[in-house]
């Protein structure tokens, strides 16, 4: 029987392409979970252009990759950010870190789970696209959010995505969130499109998370390199991942009896 049961949500955020809001979701989301009393863990596993550390206004010299090389703890690389949110930088322009082999991510995870146990949630900020790492990355995490806009090529790569995930690593479940729209609306007409041609061509359905309004003030944020929910907490997209946020709170009330009986992040 395992004498400390798993109470950490780990949820990977996943896109077909970049530029669509990652990054600024996931440190946001953070934020926000942090602020509510939830001890939260940002994981940045863009190992080929990192850039939560940038967003977050942390200059970090040791980061994941040196886990790999180093006889380090990641206890000795996290980062605090604000009350009850760390960060695990990643750093940039490392090519051969970005696809890890199968003993290089046993001893990241081996590394990664005396540490993710401190936490309510775990969030992975993936890079876009899918490498073998991610992939395994993704069917580790216990949930999937993918993020896409309403521009047209954004859905054709969310459900390029969905596909690889569903047919390469067999995973089924997946969160959708739909950033920069101008209204509820955009966002429930993007989710539907997206829903329709997973259920025709892959056969299953996905689940709307909710959506994150355009907000000149989520660019002016990064500038400052300040979280938005700093920069400018009354905004309409502070407003909306506000929102998300609860859901995912309510979300992992739900599933804490699934949780318990599972390893924070499976094995990748
Ligand atoms: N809701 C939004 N409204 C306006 N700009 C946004 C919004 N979300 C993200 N952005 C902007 O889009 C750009 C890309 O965001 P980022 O989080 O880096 O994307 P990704 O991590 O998916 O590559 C950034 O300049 C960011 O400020
Ligand atoms: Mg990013």
Redesign the pocket.
């Known amino acids: 029987m395992r004498t400390n049961p798993n109470k950490t949500l780990s949820i990977a955020v996943f896109?077909g392409k970049?530029?669509?809001?990652?990054?600024?979701?996931?440190?946001n989301l953070g934020f926000c979970l942090s602020e509510s009393g939830q001890r939260c863990l940002l994981m940045d596993c863009?190992l080929g252009l990192a850039?939560l550390d940038v967003?977050l206004g942390i200059s970090s010299e040791i980061t994941i990759q040196d886990l790999l090389t180093l006889d380090i703890t990641a206890q000795s690389i996290v980062q605090p950010v604000a009350p009850n949110l760390d960060l695990l930088p990643a750093a940039s322009g490392v090519p051969e870190l970005v696809e890890m082999d199968e003993d290089q991510r046993a001893l990241l995870l081996k590394k990664l789970e005396p540490i993710i146990s401190e936490y309510a949630f775990l969030i992975l900020?993936m890079a876009?696209g899918l490498n073998p790492t991610l992939l395994s990355m993704a069917r580790a995490a216990a949930k999937r959010i993918v993020?896409l806009t309403p521009e047209p090529t954004s859905l054709t790569d969310a459900y390029a995505v969905i596909k690889v995930l569903s047919t390469k690593a067999d995973i089924r479940d997946f969160l959708i969130l739909v950033?920069?729209v101008a209204d509820r609306e955009e966002a429930q007409t993007t989710h539907r499109r997206l829903d329709a041609a997973v259920e025709k061509f892959l056969g299953f359905k996905t689940h709307y998370l909710g959506m994150?309004?355009?907000?000149?003030?989520?660019?002016k944020?990064?500038a400052k390199q300040q979280a938005l929910m700093r920069f400018a907490p009354e905004s309409p997209?502070a407003e909306d991942i506000r929102v998300l946020a609860e859901r995912l709170r309510s979300l992992r009330t739900a599933l804490m009896p699934e949780l318990i009986d599972k390893p924070a992040l499976a094995n990748f």
């Open positions: 896109s970049g530029g669509v809001g990652k990054s600024s979701l996931s440190a863009d850039n967003l900020d876009a993020v950033n920069q994150v309004r355009s907000d000149p003030n989520m660019g944020a990064v997209a």
